[in-house]
């Protein structure tokens, strides 16, 4: 019994984890779309936004966020193979 409690808390955890960063990037990408949305045609048209291409822009930049994210051994840190 304790092996199966030990393998499934820390997947259900993960699991949960990774709900919630899921339910925050919905929640970010909506509040990126709405605050683009709200700005009137003649401030987008300033900043090169077309009404239209909002949600792919704001999709772009989220992804861009997301894969600079990741960490990356030797690139910015010390990864396992250089000496401490």
Do not use: H, N, Y
């Amino acid at each position: 019994m304790t092996e199966f409690r030990g393998a499934v808390v820390p997947r259900a955890i993960e699991g949960l984890r990774r709900w919630r960063r899921q339910d925050k990037a919905v929640a970010d990408r909506r509040k990126a779309i709405a605050e683009l949305d709200a700005l009137d045609d003649r401030t987008l048209q300033d900043i090169g936004v077309d009404r239209r291409s909002i949600p792919a822009l704001v999709d772009a930049q989220l992804q861009a966020e997301a894969k600079a994210a990741i960490p990356r051994p030797g690139i910015g840190a010390q990864s396992c193979c250089q000496p401490c």
